[in-house]
């Protein structure tokens, strides 16, 4: 039987459109609850006409709002118009992000470290500023993180600005843990190891055959996780089955990194 943890629960996810995002976001609404999406893709644009038409009829409990996570007025309009659609938010779920392959440190302007620091961190920042009060008022509130295993340890095909943002989203994770911990809200995070998104597979297919088995011969597990792996693991942590549980970051690489 299906489980249905997140009947009359209110989430919001940013980059729900596509890689693990996408896979949160019919898991969640599988399981009961009322979504809105906040990304940066059209309404109109194949990821999210394909999220629709996967959701099915669960579809009638999400919302759609386009903005850029990292414009602080784009986050406070579209946090209002989640709400007024649905409801407040229960739950958060702070997933976009994107990596880029490693380069040398000289190479690296200061526009590129922000604009990495600016998804990867500050989107964080601005989603759980603009719902926190809300839940804190109301006695409730789930919020996960997406770090990496590269902020946890060392990756070698992710950069230097990923891997400080993925780090530091572990800090702001844990500090406000500590903050909310009395107020009946629960902040934890995720850290996955090598996913295959659509992107991740197409930047490990680029390499040369011996090269892709070397890397994915590294894992434990000796393949990469599948997005709904993440889900999974995303979710368990909103749930009340985590209700004991803050301020922690779940380990989700099949082996890679043991802390």
């Known amino acids: 039987m299906q489980m249905r943890r997140f009947e009359d629960r209110t989430a919001i996810l940013t980059g729900g459109a596509k890689g693990i995002g996408r896979a949160v976001a019919l898991r969640y609404l599988s399981e009961g609850g009322r979504l809105a999406v906040i990304d940066q893709e059209p309404a109109d644009s194949d990821f999210v006409q394909a999220l629709r038409r996967d959701a099915g009829q669960d579809a009638q409990r999400l919302a759609y709002v386009r903005a850029d996570a990292t414009d602080e007025a784009q986050v406070a309009r579209a946090v ?18 994107f990596g880029a ?30 719902v926190l009060p809300g839940m804190r008022s109301r006695g409730y509130g789930r919020i996960v993180n997406l770090a990496s295993v590269a902020g946890r340890s060392i990756s070698e095909i992710s950069n230097v600005h990923y891997s400080t943002a993925k780090a530091a989203v572990l800090g702001f994770t844990r500090k406000l843990a500590f903050e909310e911990a009395g107020n009946g809200v ?14 991740v597979r197409t930047r490990y297919e680029a390499l040369d055959e011996a090269e892709m088995r070397r890397r994915l011969g590294e894992i434990p597990m000796k393949r990469a996780a599948r997005p709904e ?15 004991y549980i803050t301020g922690a970051c779940l380990d989700v690489n099949g082996g890679r990194f043991m802390s």
């Open 229 to 243: 792996e993440i889900a999974a693991a995303i979710l368990f942590l909103a749930s009340d089955d985590a209700s």
């Open 101 to 130: 392959n490693p380069k040398p440190i000289e190479e690296l302007s200061l526009e590129e470290w922000n604009r990495f620091l600016g998804i990867n961190l500050t989107s964080a920042f601005l989603l759980t500023r603009a």
């Open 186 to 199: 629960t902040l934890n995070a995720v850290a996955p190891g090598t996913v295959f998104t659509d992107r």
């Open 80 to 97: 209002g118009e989640a709400e007024v659609a649905l409801g407040p938010a229960d739950i958060l779920v702070n997933n976009v992000g």
